[in-house]
Structures are given as C-alpha cells and as structure tokens.
C-alpha cells in the first residue's frame, strides 16, 4: 500500500476511534506529505459517517433491548441497510 492511502486510512481510523492524539499524529503527517485538505477531509468526514451510523445502531439495539420502539434511523443510516 502506498504511503498515502496508508496515511489516510490511519487518520479515518484515528477518527473513527475517537483518538485525539492518534488523529493530530495523522494529520501532522498527511499535511507534511501535502496531501490535498478536500482529501483530508474527506478521509475525517468517512470516519464521522461510519461513527455516527454505530451510534444510531447501538441506541436502536438498546431501546430495542429494553422494549421500547426504537427511534427512527436517519436517511443517512438507512441506505446502509442498517448496518456500518
């Protein structure tokens, strides 16, 4: 794999992970690479979607589990088929 896409990978993973210093450590490197913002961004921006659909999944299983009627998913969540 190339240094870049290993690098972005990192940082949606740091973000997914909900790692702050993990995240800074891969965004330090990928502006040192130069690796173009829109690419940077798009990289945190994914991991925000993947973050917030296992949100929305785990309080639906949740009220699920406690018998209640679970909310209604976002159209966002709902194209993934509920699933991440």
Not at 13 to 31: G, K, Q
Not at 39 to 44: D, T
């Amino acid at each position: 794999m190339d240094e870049k896409t290993n690098t972005l990978i990192c940082l949606g993973a740091a973000a997914a992970a909900n790692c702050v210093p993990c995240f800074e450590h891969f965004l330090a490197r990928a502006r040192a690479m130069k690796l173009a913002e829109e690419e940077i961004s798009e990289a945190a921006d994914l991991a925000r979607k993947i973050l917030n659909g296992a949100h929305v999944y785990l309080w639906r299983s949740i009220e699920s589990a406690m018998g209640r009627e679970p909310q209604p998913a976002p159209a966002c969540f709902e194209t993934s088929a509920g699933k991440c």
